[in-house]
Every structure is written in C-alpha cells, then in structure tokens.
C-alpha cells in the first residue's frame, strides 16, 4: 500500500513553470548591467520624474523657434516693460482662447508707461499661427509657431511680460534655452575628453606621469573658479562675433572643469588595474591603448555618465554667471545669462520683476539635473544595496 505525500506547497507560477521569485532570481543573475542600472533607476521615482523634466527641457532647446510665439529679435516700443497677460481659455461658456488687451497711461514727466489690463479688448489666440520666419533644425524653413496671436500684425501676447524693449519674456526665455542647454552639452563633452583621456593616463601609467597629471589638477583647482574663467575670457578679442565667443566661453569653461572628471576617472583605473580581465588582456598581447579603451574603460562607463549628468548643471551655472556680470555671452546672443543682465538693474526689476524668470528657468533646470544625475550615479553603483 503506498502512501501519497501532500503536494508541496508553491508561490505563483510564471508562464514558464518556475516559481516567481525564481524566475525573477534568474533573470536578475542574467541581466546585462544596462538592466540592472535601469531597474534600480526606476526605484527612484523623484530622479525618474527629473529625468523626463531634463528631456523635456532639452526637447524645447531642439524646437524652440517652433515653441516661442516671436522671435528672439521681435518687438514693440509701445508695450515696454508691459505686464504678463493671462491665458483665457473661454468665453461666454465656449472654447475661444484669448488673452486681455492693455490700457495705458503715460507719465509727462517721467514718460513712463503704466499698463492695466483692459477687459473689453480680446487679443484672439491660436494654435499652429503665422508669424515670424524661422529655420527648424537648420534645414527646414517654416513660419508656423506653437501658439501665438491669429493676428500678427495687431494687438501683442505676452504671457510672461516684456522687456524693456518690448520683446516678448516667454519667447525669449524659450530661445535662451538653446544656447543655454547646448553649451553645457558642448563643454561636458569637451570636459569628458580631457578627463578620460588625462585621468585614465594618470590611473593607468601611474608614476611621474601620475605626479604630473596630479600637481597639474591640483594647480587648477587651487585658483579660484570665477577669476579664472575672467582671467581666461578676457583674452577673447572684443570683435568676435557671437558663434567665436560662444566657442570660446564653450572651452574656458571645459579647461577648468575637466579636472573633477580626471580625478574619478583616475579613481576607477586605480581600482580595475589588477583585476583579472584585464591582466589576461595584457597577457595576451592587446596594447596599452586598447587595455584602456576597450576593456578598463566600459567597465564604469555607467559611472561616468553619471557623473556627466552632474557636471553640466555646472557648466550652465557657469555661463549664466559670467553672462550676468558681462565677460560672457553679449547680445543679440540670447541665453539665461545674457537675459539676467536687465536684472542688474534694481529699479527695472522693482518696476517689472518678471525680467527675473530667466533665473526661475536656470533654478528648475538645475534643481532637475542634479536629481537626475543624483538617481543615476545611485542606480550605476554596483555596491549600494
């Protein structure tokens, strides 16, 4: 007589059979690490949501003269320093989006212009309107913006207010976004070839080449940032146009902020050196270049794009800053920097303190990419839990 043992007990089942913390063990044991990264960068949902805000930003770097309702040039003497309008999408219960005309005053004595919001006039807004020619990515040719007045030759919409020349804050903080966001992308690449090169040289040789490399670093870093990078730029000539000086404030920037990317990179060759792969790649033959390169380097490569992610918030920051104290970017060049430099007016930024949103744009774009690298640099690190 034989006796029936009673079924072991078992968890949920997966489609293939297994157990699903089995199946979830296996398939964790053979995950690429750019699964592992982006599992453990999923768990962290404040650098998930700051991540899609940095692409966002980016996003509108790439069509900002489709996005901003005017252009970067545009404007009109008779609305300055006019104050943001509201966006009204209704009236009298159906879909109209239009926005309030102004009324104004002006001083006889002083001139100065003093605007109200005139509820009778309703300036027609609309979606896909005409305006300002534009080239979209340097090839197309398009005259359509985003939003913007049905018509162009009347009455302005300024949503975030206007200058002291009558331009248009939104458009203008929209273009300052391309410049702004491609000159950190442009000197953290510039800064990732310096540092990778000279840290991994430094880690890899090790020895007076490693001395030299660390008493060079070392130097850089004991002058002060600011009067560096004045120092630097100031040996731009004064007639360079706004493509040479928007290189060259590209470089300044990347001679000084390559050395924290050497010293990590320097940092991971120093503890990947003796490890096994790569004595068995010297062993077999491969040169120095290609143990570098080849093998060392993609081993921390998450790290790095960590670390980059962290690095062009500073490099924005670093423009804006020599923008606003005027040894950057000048107009017609329009960035966050050069925008803030009305801002150095007390009595402007009294009289229409939205000519400070620039700086509301760097705080966001700042605030997002360091939380953003933050989670990343976490989700990359093979040791934490």
Request: with cysteine.
């Amino acid at each position: 007589m034989t006796q029936q043992l009673p079924p072991a007990e078992a968890g949920p089942v997966t489609g293939g059979g297994l157990p699903a913390d089995v199946a979830d063990e296996q398939e964790l044991a053979v995950a690429s690490q750019r699964k592992l990264v982006w599992w453990a960068f999923k768990r962290h949902r404040l650098a998930l949501v700051c991540g899609f805000i940095t692409i966002f930003i980016y996003l509108v770097a790439v069509f900002a003269p489709f996005l901003a309702p005017y252009s970067s040039s545009s404007h009109n003497s008779e609305y300055t320093y006019a104050p943001p309008q509201m966006l009204q999408l209704f009236d009298d219960g159906r879909l109209s989006p239009h926005v309030h005309g102004y009324s104004f005053e002006q001083d006889p004595d002083t001139l100065a212009l003093t605007f109200e919001v005139d509820e009778t006039q309703k300036v027609p807004v609309g979606f896909f309107v005409k305006g300002d020619e534009y080239t979209l990515l340097g090839v197309f040719t398009w005259d359509r913006h985003l939003i913007g007045p049905k018509d162009y030759d009347g009455p302005p919409m300024y949503l975030l207010g206007a200058d002291s020349n009558g331009r248009d804050m939104l458009s203008r903080i929209i273009h300052g976004t391309t410049v702004s966001m491609s000159i950190g992308l442009v000197g953290v690449l510039l800064s990732l070839l310096l540092g990778v090169a000279l840290g991994g040289i430094s880690g890899y040789f090790g020895g007076k080449i490693d001395n030299a490399i660390q008493r060079l670093i070392e130097f850089i870093i004991a002058i002060p940032t600011i009067p560096l990078w004045m120092a630097l730029f100031a040996a731009v000539p004064a007639h360079w146009g706004p493509v040479q000086r928007y290189l060259a404030l590209t470089v300044v920037i990347s001679l000084v902020g390559w050395v924290g990317m050497a010293r990590e990179v320097r940092g991971k060759f120093f503890a990947v050196k003796s490890d096994e792969y790569v004595t068995a790649a010297i062993a077999d033959g491969a040169s120095q270049r290609r143990v570098m390169f080849r093998h060392m380097l993609p081993s921390f490569t998450s790290h790095i794009i960590a670390n980059l992610s962290l690095s062009i918030p500073t490099i924005i920051l670093a423009e804006t800053a020599l923008s606003f104290i005027g040894l950057g970017l000048q107009t017609p060049t329009v960035s966050w920097g050069v925008l803030l430099q009305e801002a150095q007016n007390i009595r402007a930024v009294s009289t229409a303190p939205w000519i400070m949103l620039p700086g509301a744009a760097v705080v966001i774009t700042v605030l997002a990419m360091n939380f953003f690298g933050d989670g990343l640099r976490d989700a990359a690190d093979p040791y934490k839990n």
